[in-house]
């Protein structure tokens, strides 16, 4: 097998029965997850970037589903756990930002600009800086302590050691329907973003990024749980919060972008670094004012968790 050869997966639906279980949903739900990473880190090792964007869509995907099931399995059954995904996302994290920032948010920069010196020797830095975090990654992953976290995962599921803290009267909403779980919290969630959205024109940045992080959820939610509920509003309603999710993304890079361009060394004065953030500051404008639409289109779905 070369190193062409493309390795990276995407994640694969979850499939749950109308009379599963709050705990069988919970189980395959992280189950997937934790699949859907193993089988990219072959794409991670060979250094494919897309291969590193699914693996951090994986393990935030199981973060998210971790918290969405708080109410029957508390935050203390996988403190640990948790504190395992933190330590791999302080390398997964900047491999990811990097990526973008030179892949999606530079490329149009370097085309505009070929023969600007500054950006030319900018450019040459920055991909150092991502290859160095690239190999911290793959190094990360080969560490004992990547292969013991999974394990602990696995013998978690397995095991159902939530069950080990919590009383009987906690057990018993674990037995219950999933669907009379996931409906009205889908429908929660969907009001608190709804309300914190109908105010976007006065958000402040951090405000806009807490908006940006309850549509994730929202949309991690509804996937998770979609084939519970009518297939075309469900792929309506996930399509229109991926485009606000991406909306509000663009506004957040530029925060990000600040933040990689410090890490580089640039300074506030040097020319590369007053285009690139001009550049950044165009599409922020732009996307503040697309945000109107998108958000017009998520708010005209039909909701498939509503009767």
């Avoid at 995407?10 to 395959?28: G, Q, T, Y």
């Avoid at 399995?73 to 990526?99: M, Y």
């Avoid at 640039?266 to 922020?284: F, M, N, T």
Wanted: charged share 30%; aromatic share 8%.
């Amino acid at each position: 097998m070369t190193s062409e050869t493309l390795l990276h997966v995407k994640a694969n639906p979850v499939r749950l029965a109308p009379n599963a279980s709050s705990e069988e949903a919970f189980i395959a739900i992280i189950g997937g997850c934790l699949r859907h990473a193993e089988a990219n880190q072959p794409a991670v090792q060979q250094g494919q970037i897309e291969g590193v964007h699914q693996m951090r869509v994986a393990f935030r995907r199981l973060r998210s589903g971790l918290k969405i099931f708080r109410p029957l399995i508390p935050r203390e059954t996988s403190a640990t756990l948790v504190a395992d995904l933190r330590w791999l996302n302080g390398f997964l994290g900047p491999a990811r930002d990097w990526d973008v920032f030179l892949e999606e948010g530079m490329a149009p920069v370097f085309a505009h600009f070929p023969r600007k010196r500054s950006l030319s020797l900018f450019r040459g830095a920055a991909e150092i800086l991502r290859q160095r975090h690239h190999q911290t990654l793959r190094d990360a992953l080969e560490q004992p302590h990547y292969s013991l976290m999974m394990q602990r995962f696995a013998d978690w599921l397995e095991r159902r050691a939530w069950r080990e803290d919590l009383s009987d009267e906690q057990r018993q909403p674990l037995a219950e329907p999933v669907l009379e779980f996931a409906t009205p919290l889908l429908e929660c969630d969907h009001r608190r973003a709804m309300k914190r959205g109908e105010a976007f024109a006065g958000l402040s940045a951090e405000e806009r990024h807490a908006l940006r992080i309850r549509i994730k959820e929202l949309r991690y939610a509804l996937d998770f749980f979609a084939s519970l509920y009518p297939v075309p509003a469900v792929r309506m309603v996930l399509s229109a919060l991926s485009d606000v999710q991406d909306c509000l993304g663009v506004m957040n890079d530029i925060t990000v972008a600040r933040r990689l361009l410090d890490e580089a060394g640039l300074k506030p004065l040097s020319i590369a670094r007053q285009v690139i953030e001009g550049w950044y500051g165009c599409r922020l404008d732009i996307h503040e004012r697309q945000f109107a639409e998108v958000w017009r289109r998520y708010q005209e779905c039909e909701r498939p968790w509503k009767d």
